[in-house]
């Protein structure tokens, strides 16, 4: 009996291809199981799962499989994994074009992390972990796009809730943000409202006509992104995602407009992710794949984390070596999310404990900051005629950003040795001693006076 079900298709000019999977209910465990291949003809028929897994792993091999298949550019009926008997999901389209794109960002390091938590020409932006979408309404009409600038599926609960939104007419408008696991939409920027085309306006324009959207509905499906703007703010704000578990921040430049696509470096808009590490031991080779299970440390008994990709550049690691994986997170009991095979480890004896690892919705024992290029500064930007927008009286209810003054060399310093104190920043060099009959500055300075009374005597 399947508790969760999708059938998917792909077309385009060659390909018309089918993808069905189902969780099913086998004994006291789940089974994962899909079919494939092109549409008119007898479908391949396998299985994600050898064995009956938890409800839990089942559902989280169903969510990530779909999740693939849609960005893609595979639409069809999605039976949502957070419930058994979640609304359907509505669907506009078929991988069509959908005419927007989005503006991607490249990864910043601490010492850039830094720069900017104190630089009031930057606000900061929570980042969640969802999926990248683009969700539009024209009049009564949803629409709904990936990462990728096709047509995908809107949840009904999120569609609901974007039409419950109250807006200047024409009801026209299109929100980017992030489809979260529970269906809700996280919108973080809006790039067209009432008819007019919001891209070229600056980033602050830009949210404050969306948090006065917001603000017109009370529907649980639409959720407010956290911002910051000033110094303060910025680390209050950076406190609370990384002692909460959250997935990192994204800081962008003010005075910019939305530009799609991805610079080669650098840009107006960066990220920076809290990442954990694992020293795993590998339980064995996934059949022929090029991939390992992984396990961690329960006191005596070993825990399976799930399994990492090696990449061609590695050889293959054999069952009982230890081996380093980079991770965003884990739900207990579940596997490590968005793991990435790191090497060998065969300076280590044991590999590490469970309760270390870094799990979602908890605070982390220490972030391991993401490895990125070095940024370049962006040249200055050209100057920007603001389009008056028409907006609701919501929106002109929502206050203007106040400016703050810079923080003191004091405060930098506090605010710095905290994040030193959690581990986020490296500890600062210690200072070389002295050399032993080293004088002291003030000793110098004693001997200095006097030199000079003797000399005038």
């Known amino acids: 009996m399947s508790v969760l079900s999708s059938n998917l298709s792909f077309r385009d000019g060659r390909s018309d291809k089918v993808y069905n999977i189902q969780v099913e209910a086998s004994g006291s465990g789940y089974m994962v199981n899909y079919q494939y291949g092109r549409r008119g003809s007898a479908l391949r028929s396998a299985t994600f799962t050898k064995e009956p897994v938890s409800h839990y792993d089942a559902k989280e091999m169903y969510e990530a499989k779909v999740n693939e298949k849609v960005t893609e550019g595979y639409v069809g009926s999605i039976s949502p994994a957070n419930s058994v ?3 359907p999901v509505e669907m506009e389209g078929s991988g069509r074009a959908s005419g927007l794109s989005p503006m991607l960002l490249n990864a910043i390091d601490t010492p850039r992390l830094m720069q900017l938590m104190q630089d009031d020409n930057w606000l900061m932006q929570e980042k969640l972990d969802g999926r990248r979408q683009f969700v539009t309404r024209v ?3 949803i629409g709904s796009g990936n990462r990728r600038g096709l047509t995908v599926p809107v949840e009904a609960s999120v569609a609901e809730a974007v039409r419950s939104l109250k807006t200047k007419k024409p009801a026209d408008f299109a929100l980017d943000g992030e489809l ?3 269906g809700q939409f996280a919108p973080f920027d809006i790039v067209r409202y009432a008819g007019v085309d919001l891209a ?3 980033i602050e324009k830009r949210l404050l006509i969306l948090d006065g959207l917001i603000e017109t509905t009370n529907s649980a499906s639409i959720k407010k992104v956290r911002t910051a703007y000033t110094a303060s703010e910025k ?4 406190e609370s995602i990384f002692n909460a578990g ?4 994204v800081f962008k430049k003010l005075g910019t407009k939305y530009v799609p696509g991805r610079p080669n470096s650098g840009g107006n808009a960066l990220k920076y992710k809290f990442l954990g590490s694992a020293t ?3 339980t064995g080779q996934n059949g022929n794949k090029a991939s390992v299970g992984i396990a961690v440390r329960d006191g005596e008994n070993w825990i399976e984390v799930g399994h990492v990709t090696i990449p061609p550049n590695h050889k293959m690691p054999m069952a009982g070596m230890l081996v380093e994986v980079e991770y965003m ?3 207990r009991g579940g596997s490590l999310y968005q793991a990435v095979y790191k090497g060998e480890r065969d300076d280590k004896t044991e590999a590490d404990a469970y309760d270390s690892l870094r799990f979602k919705g908890e605070a982390p024992k220490a972030p391991v900051v993401e490895a990125a290029p070095a940024v370049e500064e962006t040249p200055a930007q050209e100057e920007m005629v603001i389009v008056e927008v028409p907006v609701t009286p919501a929106e002109i209810e929502v206050p203007a950003v106040q400016a703050e003054a810079p923080l003191t060399a004091g405060q930098k310093a506090a605010q710095t040795r905290k994040l030193r104190a959690a581990g986020i920043v490296p500890p600062a060099a210690p200072k070389a001693p002295k050399s032993e009959g080293e004088l002291s500055p003030a000793q110098k300075a004693w001997i200095t006076r006097k030199a000079k009374t003797a000399n005038a005597a």
Do not use: H, K, Y
């Open 85 to 87: 008997n979640s609304a």
């Open 139 to 141: 009049g009564d009409t």
């Open 180 to 182: 979260l696991g529970e």
């Open 200 to 202: 070229s306006q600056p």
């Open 235 to 238: 680390f209050a704000l950076f």
């Open 246 to 249: 959250g997935e990192g921040v």
């Open 280 to 282: 795993c031991i590998v």
């Open 329 to 331: 997170n884990l739900m």
